[in-house]
């Protein structure tokens, strides 16, 4: 019998064997991997190596305060720091700290103070302002040298007894200005419009995306705060460089000087060369030295002072000494974090801000807790999940909310619930209100000739769908809903404050204040800097002013090395900077490689505002209603 299949033919052994192309793609991953985590150790190794012994502090050395990055509330720990500048990452309060112990260290003869183009926000420079001037009162001298800046950079260092100057250097010495973005220009490019509501009217965060200018609440409401940080400076020249207030009026009315000018206006007392300046410190520093050979000047940073064998009698906290805690909450309030190592720039999320929270709360050594706020505000549902945790810790510990630059909406928010809230006086804080912005996309769907269709099981089931226009009726059921979350805002403020609803709404509205007219008007109970909420935390738990504590801070110091492997192994690029590279490009026609590069061109000033944007952008899109400060102020 004939069989009618086909034969079967052996499968040729090329299509039998499997594919192993994962295996070389697999140990390049581990190697590459494995370098970069070998690497990381040995950094990590290296820096522990130099942290075994403290710096070694000799006498007649000088305090040196030079700032080469911006001055963070928590201080960053990086092994590239440590092994190229031989010094620790450090931290606002870590400098306070040096200085406060420098005064009273009979090895250290005085400061040299470098100023540096990096800004300093108001409130930490007049708290910086007030601990050199306390340190004058040891004795000891403090040098400035100052080769060109603001207002900004002069003013941190007036309390030096004396300011140089080269001869080639200039001040912008012109006055106070604040200058906003708007982007609904820009919005209109792309076909998106932003439906905005507010409460009330000076909760103007949403101008930036719907106004191509301030409204006149935002206008009154800022002018207020330019007018007293202008008066402040004045103030602050006219004290230190005893001059009369028309005298300084009249050189900020002038503009942009010169060294000579500076010097013959009486704002500095010599040129010098910062080599001159150096040596003129060496002499000061030896003065009761004969033996000039002896005589090399000797310099140490705040953070390597901090590391060295620093006096006992001035440092040694007894075993059974009390403990405070302090918790830093820095930048915006977003509901969770980005792992991304290129996006330097500090937010609040509850899941870390809690959880500092309870390991403080639960830590029996920790008898009171403070926070240290320096926030614009955020988003309402992290603000709140924050609040109700605040809430439960003043059950068992003592909470204290200290202020720094902004504590302002959300940031606000959250001091509300602590026992005592101490703000400085140059703190921007308060705009009690709520805002939300949401994207309408009709436009720009128009724009790239994409038509819609719907299919609804109800007649709400489109209302804030941003592909379509939203009616009179969506936005009023919008309002209603909005308006809730504001009054639930002022009831905990009422209840935090113990004033009445209507008492708050008198004072809320949106409105921003500085420190020193919240406390009058009862939004915080006293003024002050981080060593006043220290003071005030000592007296609840019955330890004397003059008597140390231990301090425990939270959270850990930032590793950008660690988070450059985290991100790694995760996620490269967060949501935010693909929104603001896309948006770049296609404003500007930049390619995408550039825009990084484009971005980083951008003025300091406007980078904040643009990182401000799409932050606020980021909440509105998941969460529609903010409270968060109007703009990202920055006062030039």
Not at 64 to 90: A, Q, R
Not at 114 to 124: C, D, P, R, S, V
Not at 326 to 347: K, Q
Not at 379 to 398: C, G, L, M, R, Y
């Amino acid at each position: 019998m004939t069989n009618s299949q086909s034969p079967v033919m052996p499968e040729p052994y090329y299509a039998r064997r499997k594919s192993r192309w994962w295996i070389p793609v697999l140990i390049i991953g581990v190697i590459f991997f494995g370098f970069i985590i070998l690497i990381y150790s040995f950094l990590a190794s290296i820096d522990s190596f130099f942290a075994k012994e403290p710096v070694e502090v000799k006498p007649n050395t000088v305090l040196y305060l030079n700032f080469k990055s911006d001055i963070e509330e928590v201080s960053k720990s990086d092994p590239f720091t440590t092994i190229f500048t031989m010094s620790k990452g450090e931290s606002f309060h870590d400098i306070l700290r040096a200085i406060r112990i420098a005064k009273q260290d009979d090895r250290i003869k005085g400061i040299y103070f470098n100023t540096t183009l990096i800004e300093l926000g108001y409130a930490k420079t007049m708290e910086l302002m007030e601990a050199l001037d306390e340190f004058k009162q040891s004795g000891k001298f403090i040098y400035a040298y100052f080769e060109a800046g603001t207002e900004n950079q002069y003013l941190r260092i007036l309390p030096a007894d004396k300011i140089f100057m080269p001869e080639d250097g200039v001040v912008e010495m012109n006055g106070f200005a604040i200058t906003q973005l708007f982007m609904k220009g820009l919005l209109a490019k792309l076909g998106i419009e932003f439906f905005v509501d507010h409460f009330e009217d000076f909760k103007s965060a949403g101008e930036s995306l719907n106004r191509t200018s301030f409204s006149d609440s935002s206008k009154l409401q800022l002018r207020v705060i330019l007018n007293q940080r202008h008066n402040k400076f004045v103030e602050a020249v006219a004290k230190y460089r005893k001059l009369d207030k028309q005298t300084i009026e009249n050189i900020l009315a002038r503009g942009v000087f010169t060294a000579d000018s500076m010097k013959a206006l009486g704002l500095i007392d010599e040129f010098a060369t910062e080599q001159q300046v150096r040596d003129k410190i060496r002499d000061l520093a030896f003065a009761d030295v004969k033996d000039e050979k002896t005589k090399k000047l000797r310099l140490v940073s705040t953070s390597n002072y901090l590391w060295s064998d620093l006096p006992e009698k001035l440092t040694k906290v007894k075993e059974d000494a009390p403990m405070i805690a302090i918790i830093y909450g820095s930048g915006a309030i977003m509901p969770e974090s980005s792992n991304s190592p290129f996006v330097n720039e500090n937010i609040i999320t509850p899941k870390e801000f809690i959880k500092n929270l309870r390991k403080a709360r639960e830590d029996k050594k920790v008898k009171a807790i403070i926070l240290r706020i320096d926030s614009p505000g955020g988003s309402v549902i992290a603000s709140d999940a924050i609040w109700q945790e605040i809430i439960d810790t003043k059950k068992e510990k003592p909470v204290y909310a200290s202020m720094s630059d902004v504590a302002a909406s959300g940031g606000y928010y959250i001091s509300v619930p602590c026992d005592t809230i101490i703000a400085h006086p140059m703190t921007i804080t308060g705009s009690i209100g709520v805002i939300s912005a949401i994207p309408i996309l009709s436009d720009m769907i128009k724009k790239l000739d994409i038509t819609l269709d719907s299919i609804n099981t109800s007649p709400s089931a489109q209302d804030l769908n941003i592909l379509y226009p939203f009616s009179k009726e969506q936005r009023d059921k919008f309002h209603q809903r909005v308006e809730g979350i504001y009054h639930r805002f002022i009831n905990k403020v009422s209840s935090g404050r113990n004033k009445s609803f209507d008492e708050i709404r008198a004072i809320a509205k949106g409105r921003v204040w500085t420190g020193e007219d919240a406390h009058k008007i009862g939004l915080v109970d006293t003024l002050g800097g981080i060593r006043t909420a220290i003071n005030i935390a000592k007296r609840r738990i019955g330890v004397p002013e003059n008597e140390l504590v231990r301090i425990k801070e939270y959270p850990k110091p930032t590793d950008s090395f660690e988070k450059l492997i985290k991100s790694l192994l995760g996620t490269e690029e967060n949501e935010e900077s693909i929104i603001r590279n896309s948006v770049i490009e296609r404003l500007f026609g930049v390619d995408k490689s550039l825009t990084y590069k484009f971005y980083q061109s951008l003025p300091d000033f406007m980078k904040k505002q643009v990182d401000y944007f799409f932050n606020l952008f980021s909440i509105a899109k998941r969460e529609q209603v903010m409270i968060a400060l109007p703009y990202s102020i920055y006062i030039k």
